[in-house]
């Protein structure tokens, strides 16, 4: 069955919550098996002791589509800090983690990144050009009963091409080309998705960037709601709609569980 480009969006959203995906290469990859395995296992030993939550189970997995060009994660060192580079190419990348049991309750999230450029005529208020240099993507259970009849049959493509039902809401904080810090951005897609900008415009590249979120505070901002269980986490640099080439660099984050 042929993906269009609305098609690949729902995907990518069911894959962030999905459990049908783990690390795969390229076609054109050139690095042999052993190589390939020990940089996956390196990877997760960084990935595992920078990027710290509740979850039992620790270990984050890369996901790569097919079809898509994937820039790996790279452990490095920047500016006296230990970070994960994502060299971009017209690519898309992510690095996620599971919740399994979900989380009940998410309270403050503290993550950094920095990017030393922008994807070119990137528009996160259009498909075709929704591209952002970073983002950490929180996805959520909830009570689908509150869908719209779109949204339901969304997530029903989403279960008939990756077992996996759409998260109930997505929030997403990006690094944005024009839109202002603060502004929540929705995905033109589906209002189950919404992108809260933190940080705008070129004034800050190669610097790194700190945030320290209170994560219902953002999806009440958000979402006008409280937020349910969270069921999964992830990092994402994508420039493959517009073909944009630039490095980005994501750095310690923690995740804490709210208080009862």
């Known amino acids: 069955m ?21 690390p795969s290469l390229q076609d054109d990859d050139p690095r042999t098996a052993p190589a390939v395995a020990a940089g996956a296992a390196a990877l997760k030993r960084v990935a595992n002791r920078l990027l710290q939550t509740p979850a039992p189970v620790p270990d984050w997995e890369t996901f790569v589509f097919p079809g898509k060009r994937f820039a790996p994660f ?15 190419q017209s690519s ?3 690095l996620r983690q599971r919740f399994e049991p979900h989380l009940s309750r998410a309270g403050r ?8 450029g922008l994807p070119e005529k990137a528009d996160l208020s259009q498909a075709s050009l929704a591209d952002s240099p970073v983002r950490v993507v929180l996805a959520f259970e909830g009570d689908r009963q509150r869908w719209s009849p779109k949204v339901h049959r ?24 024009n839109d202002a810090p ?41 979402f006008g ?26 750095g310690p984050l923690s995740l804490e569980r709210a208080a009862d």
Not at 9 to 21: D, E, K, M, R
Not at 109 to 116: A, E, I, K, T, Y
Not at 206 to 222: E, I, S, T
């Open 225 to 250: 709601e409280e937020p349910g269980p969270l069921r999964a986490v992830a990092l994402m640099t994508d420039t493959d709609n517009t073909q944009s080439r630039l490095t980005a660099w994501y």
């Open 109 to 116: 999230l503290s993550f950094s990144w920095r990017v030393d």
């Open 74 to 88: 790279e452990p490095v060192e920047v500016l006296d800090r230990q970070a994960l580079r994502v060299k971009a």
């Open 2 to 22: 042929h993906l269009n480009k609305l098609s690949w969006g729902i995907v990518l959203l069911a894959t962030l919550g999905a459990g049908c995906a783990g």
């Open 92 to 94: 898309v990348s992510i």
């Open 182 to 222: 603060g502004s929540v951005v929705m995905n033109p897609r589906t209002d189950r998705i919404r992108k809260l900008v933190l940080d705008s415009g070129s004034d800050r590249l190669g610097q790194w960037r700190d945030h320290v979120r209170d994560v219902r505070a953002d999806f009440l901002q958000a």
């Open 154 to 177: 969304l997530s029903e493509m989403s279960r008939l091409f990756t077992g996996e039902e759409l998260p109930y809401a997505t929030l997403i904080y990006v690094w944005s080309v």
